[in-house]
């Protein structure tokens, strides 16, 4: 089960009344729907968004929207976004993609890809995928799989990315091959004339020409700065407007700041108050602002607050609820203010009140990130717990950041957090690799420790099973099955994960050291627990397992087919690398025996790469 989507992340910002229409750089976006991706790359507030966003309105394109932010660096919550909003263009597309990332910790992406291009091809209109602020990716995997989708998808679907910074794909590649259309910030700049369409549609009143040539002069086509500069002199007779304009610096902090004060200074009293004790939220509705602020006007002031441009752009009106979000540049400045009118309590109420009305909502994710914000590290763990009863360890990247976060000490008081920590290492990390045990164990003993006192003997269970698998993968084998068989003791039938991967680990010590027929039984029950946790590791492993049993009792064939199985099935991350070699060194070894050597030479050559690979000595 993944977390429930925020859909506001798939809308699309509503454009601002007054948007100057920029026929050259629209026909620019025109041109880049014949490449592979078009990039629009520049620093905050060039107006990158309403530029694509008037675009794919001016030419009423079909657009799946997704708007990036660092929660999104786990993998499985990126693709699910992704997938999510590709389903507004086509409600079939990713299907099967989907399903995949529910079946364990480590879903199998490269399958995954593979199906939703497959699906992507099926497409009967175009379309643009527009990733909205992808800067905020940092993690290396999703760019070397956006990269994979890149390269594969059909010319049908255009990808439109949008980003402070160049992001890191394989853009060199796509230059040399004319696949690259880009607009950066020279490009947004507006010019004189630009400038004075923009000045003239918001500002009331005449406006001496000498003005605009200063302020386009001060802005340097800034976007941003012109539209803070329009607030800044909304309802200033002429001596204010000069004074303004004099002192204006186009240093962008430096006029962000001051004209932010400007605007800020000039609200009433209780829309000051709405803002400092908002402006910390990345999307704000009536409801949470009321949660906040103790007031009941929260969707009111909302309402007048983008009435009068203040920055705030509506999102969406999902159930009954109306979403916003503060431009970032805006939201920056205020915080500053609020860090000091507020105090560090007062900044830390405001995160405690938002946790807790997300936590109401069911929005865990957001309700741990405010929890963690304010160092609220009880209540993060509190919440952690929760987050993992219900949706399991689907997105480990974003379980290690959480995790990360708390102090250390208070985590090995929770043997149940304790027991995800260890988890989310091993599941994120290289397992064979030994730093990644020596992670892990801190946290097993200190659960251990913890249960042991407390005479709780299906948790002691669950430790000695997971720590049997980790001696595994440490190719510990005898302390291993030492460890698995103590786990079956004391884990309890009704236990369907933990005995599932204890029955196999069991087993696998047990077919090597002769007692096959054993071996076979606790495989058998091994493979029903694990198909019922949805496992696909641990049924790997298995079906790999049963293939030596078969094997040993002779059955060359059915060894055979367990093994083309492995390979057909084990095309997910690189951990099942470590399964197709290991299916390779049996197929190896059975061309092997039936004399047809340059058959076990291709396979023991492939195995051979694969723990290079993998740096896995087990398959050497």
């Given amino acids: ?59 009423n394109l079909p657009a799946a929207w997704f708007s990036l932010d660092e929660n999104d660096n786990d993998p499985v919550r990126f693709w699910t976004y992704l997938i999510m ?18 079946s364990s910790p480590q879903p199998s992406f490269q399958a995954a890809l593979t199906s939703l291009v497959n699906d992507l091809a099926d497409l009967v209109a175009p379309g643009v995928l527009v990733l909205e602020d992808y800067h905020a990716i940092t993690a290396p995997e999703i760019h070397a799989m956006l990269a994979f989708l890149l390269q594969h998808k059909p010319d049908i679907l255009h990808l439109l990315i949008l980003s402070r910074r160049e992001p890191d794909l394989p853009l060199g590649i796509l230059r040399a091959r004319d696949e690259l259309a880009e607009i950066n910030a020279s490009d947004l700049r507006f010019d004189q004339a630009e400038t004075e369409a923009f000045l003239r549609q918001t500002l009331k009143g005449e406006i001496p020409t000498s003005a605009i040539e200063k302020l386009h002069q001060r802005t340097e086509g800034w976007a941003a700065g012109l539209r803070l500069a329009t607030l800044a002199l909304q309802y200033r007779d002429e001596q204010a407007v000069e004074q303004i304009l004099q002192s204006f610096s186009g240093g962008h902090h430096y006029v962000a700041d001051y004209l932010i004060r400007e605007v800020f200074e000039t609200r009433p009293e209780q829309v000051q108050d709405f803002l400092l004790r908002t402006c910390f939220l990345h999307r704000l509705t009536g409801e949470l602002c009321d949660a906040i602020t103790g007031a009941g006007d929260g969707e009111f002031v909302l309402e007048q607050l983008e009435r009068e441009n203040l920055f705030l752009v509506q999102l969406e009106t999902r159930r009954g609820r109306t979403w916003y979000r503060y431009h970032p540049l805006f939201a920056e400045s205020i915080q500053s203010l609020a860090r000091q009118r507020l105090g560090a309590a007062g900044v830390r109420s405001v995160f405690e009140k938002a946790s807790a ?41 974003t379980l290690l950041r959480w995790l990360e976060r708390i102090p250390q000490a208070l985590v090995l008081r929770s043997p149940e957090i304790c027991m995800v920590y260890a988890q989310v290492i091993l599941f994120s990390s290289d397992r064979f690799a030994p730093a990644t045990a020596a992670r892990i164990e801190p946290y097993l003993r200190a659960a251990e420790e913890i249960w042991q006192a407390a005479g709780d003997e299906a948790g002691l269970g669950t430790v000695l099973a997971l720590r049997g698998m980790v001696l595994l993968w440490q190719g510990e084998f005898q302390q291993s099955l030492q460890a698995v068989y103590r786990a079956l003791e004391k884990l309890p039938e009704s236990e369907v994960f933990w005995r599932g991967v204890s029955l196999l680990n069991a087993a696998g010590g047990e077919l090597y050291t002769g007692q096959v027929l054993s071996a076979q039984d606790k495989l058998l029950q091994a493979r029903a627990l694990l198909g019922a946790s949805h496992n696909i590791y641990g049924l790997l492993a298995a079906t790999g397992l049963l293939s030596e049993v078969f094997y040993a009792q002779g059955d060359l064939e059915l060894c055979l087919q367990l093994n083309q199985q492995i390979l057909a099935e084990a095309v997910g991350d690189e951990s099942m690398l470590d399964d197709q070699g290991e299916a390779h060194l049996r197929l190896s070894r059975l061309a092997y025996e039936q004399d047809d050597l340059q058959d076990a030479a291709d396979h023991a050559a492939q195995a051979l790469s694969l723990s290079r690979q993998r740096a896995n000595e087990l398959l050497q």
């Fill in 85 to 102: 909003a590709l389903r507004r263009l086509d409600a079939g597309i990713g299907k099967s993609a989907l399903a995949s990332f529910s």
């Fill in 1 to 59: 089960m993944t977390t429930p989507l925020l859909h506001t992340k798939l809308m699309p910002p509503r454009l601002h009344a007054t948007v100057i229409l920029r026929s050259e750089l629209l026909s620019w976006l025109d041109d880049g729907l014949n490449k592979k991706l078009t990039l629009v790359s520049a620093p905050t507030g060039f107006g990158k968004t309403t530029l694509v966003r008037s675009w794919l309105s001016e030419r």
């Fill in 357 to 397: 009305w997300y936590a109401e909502q069911q929005l865990f994710d957001d309700a741990i990130e405010t929890a963690l914000t304010a160092e609220l590290f009880p209540r993060a763990l509190q919440l952690l717990e929760t987050f993992v009863e219900i949706y399991s360890l689907t997105e480990t990247h």
